[in-house]
């Protein structure tokens, strides 16, 4: 059975910080490309950042410089550092496994979502 865990979520002030985790099971995690999307209030669900099974990083305009995802393959782990976190990065974060990053299309296994609150 497929999961993706996702956790690292909460409440944080502008311009803090907040590490997120995805932690997945029934997968061959290492052959995947892995990413995170992102919904706020009202909006769709967007492509955030992405990183290939060789490692290749790729992000969204807005995140860009003060983002950076990574991953473990010894722990079935991708991972997004949120830095300089800014009110509009509030959302609902989800970890997918197998997006392909040109079309933003996803694949079809999805985290349960964790809550990124940035607010004064």
């Known amino acids: 059975q497929v999961q993706l865990v996702e956790s690292g979520g909460g409440l944080v002030q502008p311009g803090g910080s907040l590490r997120l985790s995805c932690t997945t099971s029934?997968?061959?995690?290492?052959?995947?490309?892995m990413g995170w999307y992102a919904q706020g209030p009202g909006t769709q669900r967007e492509l955030v950042a992405a990183?290939?099974?060789?490692?290749?990083?790729n992000y969204a305009d807005s995140v860009k410089d003060r983002f950076t995802i990574s991953r473990d393959n010894t722990k079935n782990t991708v991972y997004l550092q949120m830095n300089s976190l800014k009110p509009e990065d509030t959302a609902v974060y989800y970890c997918?496994?197998?997006?392909?990053?040109?079309?933003?299309?996803?694949?079809?296994?999805w985290g349960q979502g964790t809550q990124v609150t940035v607010s004064s």
């Open positions: 997918n496994v197998g997006l392909d990053w040109a079309s933003s299309n996803p694949g079809a296994y």
């Open positions: 029934g997968i061959t995690f290492r052959i995947h490309t």
């Open positions: 990183i290939t099974s060789s490692g290749r990083d």
